[in-house]
């Protein structure tokens, strides 16, 4: 009697299913509880994974919730890598059609922000630009700059209060009703979740597909006539979010 | 030159490093001699994880630790990964890289655990054939780390260190010892632990693990260990960790401690204990 690792994981993932003949305790009794050790460290250990992954959505839903909520999960969508650090990137579109939490429909865009702090917590290092050095570029030239944006960037938009709710979570108070986008940054080592003013998503999407300054200026004002182009910069600044300054040649 | 030092990991304890004790580690000097990190914890592109790493990689010989490599799998190794492995141990230059006589990943799916498989003539061609591809690969030699086990395979026809010696023959690899999972196996498999000590081939050592385990009982009441790592070295494996240096001779020893993770200064008496009987065991 040989034991393939299919039927293995088979009954590893399925606690219906019967632990595999062929496997005892070395005398010849079946190996039923002994196989229950490995069904309750695989799922124990991804849950836990997931539980670290995700606060924000633990915190949100609650602890028996989330582990219950895991198992589904992570039946559906076991890791396809050893690296654990990038396990549950499939968690916003499993909770946008989880029903038991159709009531709180912007889960979805909040493990959004629960996976770009990790993503950003393990992403590449890269040299900020520094604040005096965009200061010293005359005004006028100012409009022709171009920036890459640091690979720890993200934005995450949502049509819910999502930088309040995840607020909520480190004990901030009750949300406002309005729409909202966040910016993740790593200023150094810890990243940063920031409201983004209304324009402000736009703008950053335009520098991170190459737009000068002023191109990206335009577009974000197009959509947001009172578009803050100082306070977004000061802000992109602080947090080391704009990498590789280049400006045009001086004619 | 400082470098020269940290080719070998030297005969004295290390501790699985958590980023919880880097200012005490960092702070004690002396208080342990080398540090052991999971490999694939620090395999993403940056950040604070990778910066302390190189540091300590400049203060401690540095062990590099593979969880998910899946030695013992049916399928083919996992390229991405083992490219992975070879980046970060080019990076990082550690004394030692080791992984485990386990699989976790089938069909691309990754289990997060290290799984048991049989002892055959043809799983031994397996594995001796997947140690081969991961040496020539990251261009160094790795030791293979016995596991814990909780059950058998009907099918199995060769003993575990009949294994594992047949494997280091045919692709000499070394091989890493884990005591606790020693004590851990022969207990839930009713065998004698020091006899399986007497079995396995100490020449081919490059490192001890010492860690804690559970205790639970089967369905008939028999006992049954879980490997957890999440708790002191009881005595009885201590007494094992004696019984293995006698016949070893010191060699370079981890406390393992992944889960609820203790104090710095738990860790430090751990490591202070395995010092002692390193101390009392003529080179």
Redesign the interface.
């Known amino acids: 009697m040989t034991v393939s690792q299919t039927s293995f994981r088979a009954a590893l993932l399925d606690a219906e299913h019967p632990a595999p003949a062929g496997l005892t305790d070395g005398h010849g009794t079946p190996a039923r509880k002994r196989f229950d050790v490995y069904r309750n460290n695989v799922a124990v250990s991804l849950t836990e994974a997931l539980v670290t992954a995700f606060p924000s959505i633990h915190s949100l839903v609650g602890d028996d919730f989330f582990r219950a909520m895991a198992g589904v999960f992570l039946r559906q969508h076991p890791p396809s890598s050893p690296v654990m650090m990038y396990y549950g990137a499939e968690m916003p579109a499993f909770l946008a059609d989880f029903a038991p939490v159709a009531h709180l429909p912007y889960l979805a865009d909040v493990a959004r922000i629960d996976l770009a702090l990790r993503r950003a917590y393990h992403a590449a290092d890269a040299t900020a630009v520094d604040p005096s050095a965009f200061g010293a570029i005359a005004p006028e030239a100012l409009g022709a700059v171009a920036f890459s944006l640091a690979p720890a960037v993200q934005i995450v938009s949502s049509p819910y209060p999502i930088h309040d709710i995840w607020q909520m979570t480190k004990g901030g108070s009750k949300p406002s009703a309005a729409a909202q986008d966040v910016l993740i940054t790593r200023p150094e080592f810890d990243p940063v979740v920031d409201l983004l003013p209304p324009g402000g998503a736009i703008f950053f999407e335009q520098i991170g597909i190459g737009q000068t300054l002023g191109a990206a200026m335009e577009t974000a004002t197009g959509h947001v006539p009172d578009f803050d182009l100082g306070g977004l910069l000061g802000l992109a600044l602080t947090r080391g979010a704009l990498t590789d300054l280049t400006r045009p040649p001086a004619n | 030159m400082l470098d020269a030092c940290f080719d070998t990991l030297p005969p004295l304890p290390g501790v699985g490093y958590k980023p919880q004790h880097y200012r005490e580690i960092l702070s004690e000097p002396g208080s342990v001699a080398w540090l052991e990190v999971h490999a694939?914890?620090y395999?993403?592109?940056?950040?604070?994880?990778l910066?302390q790493l190189q540091y300590l990689s400049q203060q401690f010989p540095l062990s590099i630790h593979g969880?998910?490599?899946?030695i013992g799998?049916?399928g083919d190794l996992?390229r991405?990964?083992l490219d992975?492995l070879r980046k970060l141990c080019d990076w990082a230059k550690p004394a030692s890289f080791s992984e485990h006589l386990a699989?976790?990943?089938?069909?691309?799916?990754?289990?997060?655990?290290l799984?048991?498989l049989?002892y055959t003539e043809a799983t031994v061609a397996r594995v001796a054939d997947h140690v081969s591809q991961v040496q020539d690969h990251i261009g160094r030699r790795m030791l293979l780390e016995n596991p814990s086990s909780?059950?058998?395979?009907?099918?199995s026809t060769l003993s575990e260190t009949d294994f594992l010696a047949e494997v280091a023959k045919r692709t000499g690899c070394g091989l890493l010892l884990d005591v606790n999972n020693v004590f851990v196996s022969a207990t839930?498999?009713?065998?004698d632990p020091r006899a399986y000590i007497d079995a396995f081939p100490m020449e081919l050592v490059g490192e001890i693990h010492l860690g804690g385990h559970d205790e639970d009982e089967?369905?008939?009441g028999?006992p049954?260990l879980?490997d957890s790592h999440g708790a002191e070295v009881v005595d009885p494996v201590w007494a094992l960790y004696d019984y293995t240096l006698d016949h070893a001779g010191p060699k370079p020893t981890l406390i393992e401690w992944d889960t609820d993770v203790p104090d710095w200064p738990v860790l430090r008496a751990e490591a202070d204990r395995a010092a002692q009987a390193l101390t009392r065991v003529p080179a």
């Open positions: 694939e914890n395999m993403g592109d940056g950040g604070r994880p910066a969880v998910g490599l899946s799998g049916e996992d991405a990964h992975r699989w976790s990943t089938h069909d691309a799916h990754f289990l997060n655990d799984l048991p049989p909780y059950l058998w395979f009907e099918e839930n498999l009713k065998m089967d369905e008939h028999a049954l879980i």
